[in-house]
């Protein structure tokens, strides 16, 4: 399965979602896959990052504030305020996904998606997310 496209399709969706300020309804997740190739394990898996980001927004924001001292979400750049909160929900409730796969992955979308320095600051956040929550 193609995980890291998952992932950056979870990350379009997650921006969106933020971007607009809207809910996540299925006539809008019918529109985002509409003309894409993918398999039915991408598009699931996809989806399952979105819905779980999202159910959990409020204690991950929370969780990533802490972990951030000095830094507001807010105040965050929109692609690496998602790519952090995505991550940080296979950190904190994902137990079938491995820490370092997580944090690798968020750091490559990162690199591919926000930029170099991006994925340091990144790195360090979800290093000590990680920690906090006794994966690392």
Do not use: C, H
């Not at 300020?21 to 006539?27: F, G, I, T, V």
């Amino acid at each position: 399965m193609k995980r890291r496209k998952a992932r950056e399709f979870a990350l379009q969706l997650l921006f969106q979602t933020d971007f607009t300020k809207n809910a996540l309804e299925r006539k809008d997740l019918e529109e985002f896959w509409s003309g894409k190739t993918v398999t039915p394990e991408v598009r699931e898996f996809t989806e399952s990052l979105v819905q779980g980001t999202l159910e959990k927004l409020d204690d991950i924001d929370m969780t990533i504030e802490k972990a951030t001292k000095n830094w507001l979400l807010k105040r965050m750049a929109a692609v690496d305020r998602n790519i952090l909160r995505s991550a940080a929900y296979e950190l904190l409730y994902r137990q079938d996904i491995p820490t370092a796969v997580t944090i690798n992955e968020a750091l490559e979308i990162a690199k591919k998606f926000s930029s170099t320095e991006s994925a340091s600051f990144l790195n360090g956040v979800l290093d000590k997310l990680a920690k906090e929550v006794g994966k690392a």
